[in-house]
């Protein structure tokens, strides 16, 4: 009971926060509706392209989607630039959780993750090594949550874990990229390929759900 109570409130604040940040990107877009506020931080040169990726890198390293900044920096920076600094944030995201929880250790974070979603990652991983990795990746599990999971397993070395957090991250990138650019210049075909993207990206992960549930039922 106690147990629920906590997630309760958790998944409260977490919900409260969304919101908050939501409305604060759309405060954004409605201040920045001749670009102004997007020019004023283009000024800042190198220094905003930094505070960019670093507040990508906190953003992905909590439960809080990242999708909100992720087009936040594609109206500040432009299309093309603005992928490149989220992704650059979600690999740097990554890397700091896999030291942090070579650190801190697996049982710490077992406590803020389901044991099924450990168990799910674990199962690819001993499966298949590194392409099990990038499987486990492309489930419906987010994306923090996965690289707590592998950074807290000890046959998973850093190289394996950066190069499919860092590859499993760019076609749902790309998707959220596409979606914007038809919405913004009101062109309906690229809204449409990259909210086709999007979902078979979304049935990807279900079909890989569906064969892991199938193979631990045989088990």
């Not at 990807?204 to 088990?219: A, D, H, M, P, R």
Request: charge should be positive; glycine fraction near 8%; charged fraction near 10%.
């Amino acid at each position: 009971m106690k147990d629920q109570n906590v997630k309760e409130k958790n998944y409260g604040w977490l919900t409260l926060i969304i919101i908050l940040s939501v409305s604060l990107i759309l405060l954004f877009f409605y201040l920045d509706r001749q670009n102004k506020l997007s020019y004023f931080i283009q000024t800042w040169g190198i220094g905003g392209i930094l505070l960019a990726i670093l507040l990508m890198a906190a953003l992905c390293m909590t439960p809080i989607p990242s999708e909100g900044l992720v087009i936040l920096l594609l109206k500040i920076f432009g299309v093309y630039w603005g992928i490149l600094y989220s992704w650059l944030g979600s690999i740097l995201s990554s890397i700091a959780i896999f030291y942090i929880t070579r650190y801190l250790g697996k049982s710490f974070f077992q406590k803020l993750l389901t044991p099924q979603r450990f168990e799910t990652v674990d199962h690819w991983i001993r499966k298949k090594g590194s392409s099990g990795l990038l499987i486990a990746r492309l489930l419906p599990i987010p994306a923090f949550a996965v690289n707590y999971i592998a950074g807290a397993i000890p046959s998973v070395k850093l190289w394996p874990y950066v190069w499919t957090a860092a590859l499993a991250i760019i076609p749902y990138y790309m998707g959220t990229a596409l979606v914007y650019v038809g919405v913004a210049q009101s062109t309906w075909i690229w809204l449409a390929v990259g909210g086709a993207a999007i979902i078979a990206f979304w049935g990807i992960s279900y079909s890989l759900s569906k064969v892991n549930k199938s193979e631990q039922g045989c088990k």
